[in-house]
């Protein structure tokens, strides 16, 4: 029997059939055991129903098998053996799908219903346990163990039966699917079995609880386990009463106040009195219903708004709420522009406000490229542009905005120290505001724009936090689509947001955010990247900054080389510009008088506009000399040339060094004079010579700091020419790390290092073998001009660098003073 079955208890309509099925159920008697005790009998499976003992339900019959088993019994007029299937998907159940314990059923006449099934009403009237199955075809038929129950009463018992049936009543009243009747026909109930069976059967528990109540033989045991089971139910009903209660309180609370307001709008429209306040809110509420806030937001914009209409006007707290829903509803949720996907037009766009950068233009060309393939899967980069001020790294990112049709938006990180700059202050603060991250939001007016943190490398931390850590949501991925201020306390999705960050450096970037990045070098511009960057943007722009045209002034290539090389020193072009305005305005100036001018510009006129040459660089030695060999090093504005002088005194075996040199490349000088030393037979250097005599390495322009490992090889090549006084060639420059035996290994910056000795009137360069794979950065006519030698050993380094046959006499001085050179 379910829980609509009582149904068959209501009116009096159903009294009359009810009796009348009932009485024929009676009639069919139970089945006589055989001498062992056993029955045997057509089996009825039952799936996802269980019917115990002294209960009448209604039954509907589908399959064949189970209709010819009742037809069979009917016929016989006898009882049938119900059965619970285990496995309720199975249409036609084996012996293997059966609970070992059934129940013996009758079955009343058949009803066929408008579907083709059959409908019965069926009693239940003892317990069985299956012995064996006898027969499966046209039906199954069964053997089995009647089980009888101890129906004698104690005190326990009755004590029991009370509690169970007081916890039965509270439920029948909290449960409107269990009739009254119900528990009008518990309380008629004598034995513990039966009223347990009773109340399993009215409550409806679970296919698995059913079951577990059936093979419970112990009548006081299975009473036991309903009473839990009550006690749950009545936990469960009691709860859902105090909701609904609630609830329909809560609904005649708002109807209330919804009638009482639309009379105050009422009254207040036929006074002609609108309350600015009462407008505030009103807008507010138009405003939350037309914008697409996210779940989240819409309840908590609601709740505030329901807080702000609650509040006195006059109540410091209402500009506190205001200005939080303002800040809400003012951010996007829902605009965004769509992307241009047109790869060959952003590669257009890029080169025309961009020179040079490949590897920063490939990158976005080809994140563009997959976004137009699969424009909803693709994810968004998250880019480190790193390189010396002044490449393009701002700028490229405007352009890149410009390509893809997005809004760019920009802050700068430099020098903020504390959190709350990138996450806001809480509430509770006077005058809280959100973090610049949700500002430039608000500010960019889309949720997908290009987002550029400028000189990410500068952020500080301090006693207040540390924004590096605060950076890691705002630019993970897996994070950012759920991003949390401190003010809104709202999730934020910034996962359509496209953020390039800039750096002078990686080096002081913490590493857990370094790892959320795409890290992009900016190599610093060489001469050749600056004359073209100068040609085609930077003289234009500054000639129409000046009101000048662009076809009534032109630099020689010369000109221009004048300025780079003497009035600049940066890796970047900004100077490069500024000293271009200068020659420019000088030129509007002239123009302006009336005064004649020359409209092409050379280098006797850059000497006349700008004054005399600012920078001088290092030229090449013009002879060879012992001591002396050439390095060429890496700086931040490119390359240059850094001779590394060693002069032998006489002393107490002592290696000084001066210039200014870091920790490292005082580490190289003592790796090469150990090398030297474990050389020293092989180059025929008297070992004694190391303990009579003090050596001073020093590498010039003293105030400049020096550090790195990349002149190792320069520093054992000028040792060993002052120990065998050979000297070293003044056209060669080299660059490697030395291993202390004698291994060249590899290092960085043989772009600008080659460029720079090419400048300088080198004529060929020593570069570590493994270094061979960056050649293909330097400039063909670079490559050209210089002699290249890939070398493994140093031992090859000095059979370049050295030259015997001009070893000097023993009456010739070993370090002679080199010419004075005027620029």
């Not at 998907?89 to 006449?109: C, L, N, S, W, Y």
């Not at 037009?345 to 961009?354: F, G, P, T, W, Y």
């Not at 040792?719 to 290994?745: H, K, N, Q, W």
Request: glycine residues 6%; hydrophobic residues 40%; proline residues 6%.
């Amino acid at each position: 029997m379910q829980q609509d079955d009582w149904d068959l208890y209501d009116g009096d309509e159903y009294a009359e059939t009810l009796h009348r099925r009932t009485e024929e159920l009676y009639s069919i008697n139970d089945l006589l055991p055989d001498a062992a005790g056993m029955i045997e009998s057509p089996v009825m499976a039952l799936r996802g129903l269980v019917v115990y003992p002294q209960m009448v339900s209604p039954l509907f019959i589908g399959r064949e098998k189970t209709l010819w088993a009742v037809e069979e019994a009917r016929e016989q007029n006898q009882t049938l053996i119900a059965l619970v299937q285990h496995n309720l998907d199975a249409e036609h159940p084996t012996p293997g799908d059966f609970f070992h314990i059934g129940v013996e059923v009758a079955v009343g006449k058949l009803i066929n219903m408008p579907d083709g099934a059959s409908s019965a009403l069926v009693q239940a009237r003892r317990r069985v346990e299956i012995v064996e199955f006898t027969q499966l075809e046209p039906y199954i038929r069964a053997r089995v163990r009647p089980l009888f129950e101890d129906v004698r009463m104690d005190r326990r018992s009755q004590a029991t039966m009370r509690s169970v049936l007081d916890l039965f009543h509270r439920c029948v009243q909290l449960n409107r699917s269990i009739p009254e009747e119900a528990y009008l026909f518990a309380l008629n109930i004598d034995e513990p079995g039966w009223l347990a069976d009773m109340i399993a059967t009215a409550i409806s528990p679970d296919i698995e609880v059913r079951i577990k109540l059936l093979a419970m033989l112990n009548p006081q045991e299975r009473l036991n386990y309903v009473g839990e089971l009550l006690a749950q139910e009545l936990d469960v009903l009691e709860l859902e009463s105090e909701i609904s209660t609630r609830t329909r309180s809560e609904v005649d609370r708002t109807q209330r106040e919804f009638y009482l307001r639309e009379q105050m709008k009422v009254i207040q429209t036929e006074l002609g009195e609108g309350d600015p306040h009462i407008a505030d809110v009103a807008e507010l509420k138009e405003r939350a219903k037309t914008i697409a806030l996210s779940e989240q937001a819409r309840e908590r914009v609601f709740k505030e708004i329901s807080r702000l209409d609650h509040v006195p006007p006059i109540s410091p707290e209402v500009g506190i709420i205001r200005s939080y829903l303002d800040w809400i509803l003012d951010l996007p949720w829902d605009q965004s522009t769509e992307d241009n996907l047109d790869v060959i037009n952003a590669a257009k766009v890029l080169d025309e406000n961009h020179y040079g950068l490949p590897k920063a233009k490939d990158r976005i060309l080809e994140y563009i490229a997959v976004k137009s393939l699969r424009p909803k899967k693709s994810r968004q980069p998250i880019l480190c542009f790193v390189g010396p001020p002044g490449t393009g790294k701002t700028s490229l990112g405007r352009s890149i905005a410009t390509a893809l049709g997005r809004e760019f938006v920009r802050i700068s990180l430099g020098g903020v120290r504390d959190e709350a700059e990138i996450r806001g202050h809480r509430r509770t603060y006077i005058g809280a505001l959100p973090g610049r991250i949700l500002q430039t939001m608000k500010r960019a007016k889309v949720t997908n724009p290009l987002f550029m943190l400028d000189e990410i490398d500068k952020l500080g931390s301090s006693y207040r936090g540390d924004p590096a850590s605060a950076m890691l949501e705002v630019l993970d991925p897996e994070q950012n689509h759920a991003f949390s201020d401190h003010y809104l306390e709202l999730d934020y999705d910034l996962s359509n947001v496209m953020f390039i960050t800039t750096a002078n450096t990686d080096m002081t970037i913490p590493d857990p955010l370094l790892d959320r990045m795409e890290v992009i070098e900016f190599p610093g511009y060489i001469e050749e990247d600056k004359l073209e960057i100068a040609t085609q943007f930077l003289i234009p722009r500054q000639l129409e900054d000046s009101s000048l045209e662009v076809a009534e002034i032109e630099f020689t290539e010369a000109a221009l080389r004048e300025i780079i090389r003497y009035y600049t020193y940066e890796a970047g072009v900004r100077n490069l510009e500024r000293e271009i305005g200068r020659v420019c305005r000088k030129l509007a100036r002239k123009k302006a008088e009336g005064a004649e001018f020359s409209k092409t510009v050379d280098e006797a006129d850059i000497l006349a506009f700008l004054g005399p040459r600012q920078i001088f660089y290092h030229q090449a030695e013009r002879e060879d000399e012992v001591g002396v060999a050439t390095a060429v090093a890496w700086t931040a504005n490119g390359g240059e040339i850094m001779p590394v002088e060693v002069v032998l005194i006489e002393g107490k075996s002592g290696l000084k060094l001066t210039g200014q040199l870091g920790e490292v490349m005082q580490e190289s000088a003592q790796a090469a004079m150990s090398y030297l030393q474990s050389r020293a037979d092989d180059l025929d250097i008297d070992p004694e010579r190391f303990q009579e005599l003090d050596i001073h390495l020093h590498i010039p322009a003293g105030a400049i700091p020096k550090d790195g490992p990349s002149a190792g090889i320069t520093i054992a090549t000028a040792l060993i020419s002052a120990f065998t006084e050979i000297p070293v060639r003044c056209d060669l420059g080299m660059t490697g790390e030395i291993t202390l035996r004698g291994r060249v290994l590899p290092i960085g910056g043989v772009r600008e290092k080659i460029l720079a000795a090419h400048r300088s009137g080198l004529k060929m360069v020593i570069l570590p073998a493994e270094n061979e794979k960056d050649l293909i950065d330097v400039p063909q006519k670079a490559r050209d001009d210089l002699d290249i030698h890939l070398v493994k050993h140093m031992d090859d380094v000095l059979e370049l660098a050295l030259r015997p046959e001009k070893k000097p006499e023993p009456h010739e001085k070993s370090n002679p003073e080199p010419e004075e050179e005027t620029p």
